[in-house]
């Protein structure tokens, strides 16, 4: 039996359909919001503003020993599959997980 599971993104502004997972720091924590087109765009002119004027400290807002950005799920993969299993969402047993699984596990982990 074939299994297709849809994730679909949803704006966390205004419950639309989000085009994008738009990724930000500040105070040394990395965040993570699905946004549409006309919100992403909003996000960006607001920090443009104080990224026009602040020194650049590195490649990321990211600390020390925190999440790869090519490897979101390095360490975590097998607590990721295992939640993915119990919620139903198809996952290989091995390599990369997608990204949207991955995003979808964080916000969920927030919310614990």
Partial sequence: MAKRTITKLVDDIDGSV????????????????????????KLRELYARYIAVATKVGKSARPKGSKDVRGKTRGQGPAIRAWAARKGISVAPRGRIRAEVVAEYERDQRTK
């Fill in 18 to 41: 989000a085009t994008e997972t738009v990724e930000f720091g500040l105070d040394g924590r990395t965040y993570s919001i699905d946004l549409n087109a006309k919100n992403a765009k």
